[in-house]
């Protein structure tokens, strides 16, 4: 835990993200196969202690941490959470980033998160437990619904506004995905990155 390391992660597809520990997350089956986060670069020990190390920041201080975010991103907006998740008592960091003009966008899999943070989008698929799916049917807006989908998934049950073929460094499964028409565009290497695109914003 140190002050002087920057917290904020750079990210080639959404530019600059607050990556947080897998501990945090509500892993459904399909993500223990296919999650982006538990391989690649995001799985390095410096990068799995970076993320924990920055989740007992925002539990010490979650106002400084803001103020870092919003000085490492330097106008852009910043991914929540570039990996794991974001904890219900952690979402202060959220608010004092958007009320010293930070901007953000990102996404979650928990409800309890969702109902602290209801402007993220919420990620469901194929194997996300029954009450979930109707939280997600119930609660979350059209706009707001993302669908993580392995080839061998049927499309959502649901309309919903992207889908995001599997596109982890290891699990490069995207061509065996059939294609949609909510398919994230970055995914189908149709834009350069989300700053081209918004959709999620
Ligand atoms: S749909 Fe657009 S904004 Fe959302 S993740 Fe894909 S490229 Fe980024």
């Given at each position: 835990?140190?002050?002087d390391?920057p917290?904020?992660?750079e990210?080639?597809?959404?530019s600059?993200?607050?990556d947080l520990p897998?501990q945090?997350?509500?892993p459904?089956r399909a993500?223990?196969?296919?999650?982006?986060?538990?391989?690649g670069r995001?799985?390095?020990?410096?990068s799995?202690?970076?993320?924990?190390?920055?989740?007992?920041?925002?539990?010490?201080?979650?106002?400084?941490?803001?103020?870092?975010?919003?000085?490492?991103?330097a106008?852009?907006i910043?991914?929540?959470?570039g990996s794991?998740?974001?904890l219900p008592?952690?979402t202060d960091?959220?608010?004092?980033?958007?009320?010293?003009?930070?901007?953000?966008?990102?996404?979650?899999?928990?409800?309890?998160?969702?109902?602290?943070?209801?402007?993220?989008?919420?990620?469901?698929?194929?194997?996300?437990p029954?009450?979930?799916?109707?939280?997600?049917?119930?609660?979350?807006?059209?706009?707001?619904?993302?669908?993580?989908?392995?080839?061998?998934?049927?499309?959502?049950?649901?309309p919903?506004?992207?889908?995001?073929?599997?596109?982890?460094p290891l699990?490069?499964?995207?061509s065996?995905?059939?294609?949609?028409?909510?398919?994230?565009?970055?995914?189908?290497?149709?834009?350069?990155?989300?700053?081209?695109?918004?959709r999620?914003?």
């Amino acid at each position: 835990m140190r002050w002087d390391l920057p917290v904020l992660s750079e990210n080639y597809k959404c530019s600059v993200s607050l990556d947080l520990p897998l501990q945090n997350c509500q892993p459904t089956r399909a993500c223990r196969q296919v999650c982006y986060a538990a391989q690649g670069r995001q799985y390095f020990r410096r990068s799995i202690i970076k993320a924990l190390a920055v989740d007992r920041l925002i539990t010490l201080d979650p106002e400084r941490v803001a103020h870092k975010m919003i000085d490492e991103a330097a106008g852009r907006i910043i991914r929540i959470a570039g990996s794991g998740e974001i904890l219900p008592a952690h979402t202060d960091v959220v608010a004092y980033t958007e009320a010293y003009g930070g901007k953000w966008w990102g996404f979650t899999r928990r409800t309890d998160t969702h109902q602290r943070l209801p402007s993220l989008m919420f990620s469901f698929d194929a194997t996300t437990p029954t009450r979930v799916v109707q939280y997600v049917r119930d609660y979350v807006p059209i706009d707001r619904r993302a669908y993580l989908r392995r080839p061998e998934d049927p499309p959502a049950s649901m309309p919903i506004a992207v889908t995001f073929p599997v596109h982890g460094p290891l699990t490069r499964y995207t061509s065996g995905v059939p294609v949609h028409e909510t398919d994230c565009p970055f995914d189908r290497q149709e834009v350069e990155g989300c700053s081209s695109c918004r959709r999620c914003y």
